[in-house]
């Protein structure tokens, strides 16, 4: 779009006016074009999440989210000491649990949730519950025409990381349950222990 308005800008028969019109135009469109970057860069990996870890950065969207939408949403690791890992599980983790919730948020009518986080021996396992109506079968099982973006980016961000993902009916509500292995995660062709950062 702005290329076919810098077109109209160097065409002679424009008037200056519209000229200047355009280039505030194509300005504009810069500008919600940069914008754009941002949030898909930072919807890739929160800024936030990489300063004070993946314990913090859920608590912080957990407590909002529950002011936000009335349901009383709790929170536990364990350790309760949770450690750091490796940002690319630490972005995955976070990624399905916000998404779990807003699920919870827009489908559920859940009163109560809450979401598990567990450091196991080699993996990781989250569980996003709610006492809310639960999830129809053939989402469960994942009929590629019933689950939405959401739930198939959550199952494709998971399995790239080697990991698995299951929703359960739980009577009542949902359970969402993700195990992730911690392993080792490739980076720039290293193999990086994921706890040591
Ligand atoms: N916690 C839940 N309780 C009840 N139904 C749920 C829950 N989570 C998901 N669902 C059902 O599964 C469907 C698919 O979820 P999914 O996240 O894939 O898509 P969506 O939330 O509808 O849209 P989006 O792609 O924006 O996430 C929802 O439309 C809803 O019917
Ligand atoms: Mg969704």
Known sequence: MAKIMLQGVFREDQTAESKGQAV???NKLLDGALQQVRNVSYLLHPP???E???????GWYVDGLSKRSGIEITMGTQPLDFPRLAPELETTLFRVIQEALT???RH???RKAYVILERKESEI????????VGVPDEIAEFR????GVGIGGMRQRIKELGGELALRKAHPGTSVEAVIPIGAVQSEGRSVPVTAR
């Open 108 to 110: 559920s009518q859940a």
């Open 52 to 58: 004070v870890g993946l314990r913090s950065a859920l």
């Open 103 to 105: 699920n919870v948020f």
């Open 48 to 50: 936030l999440l990489d």
């Open 24 to 26: 505030a135009d194509i």
């Open 144 to 147: 590629p025409d019933s689950i």
């Open 125 to 132: 396992a989250v569980t996003v519950r709610d006492d809310g």
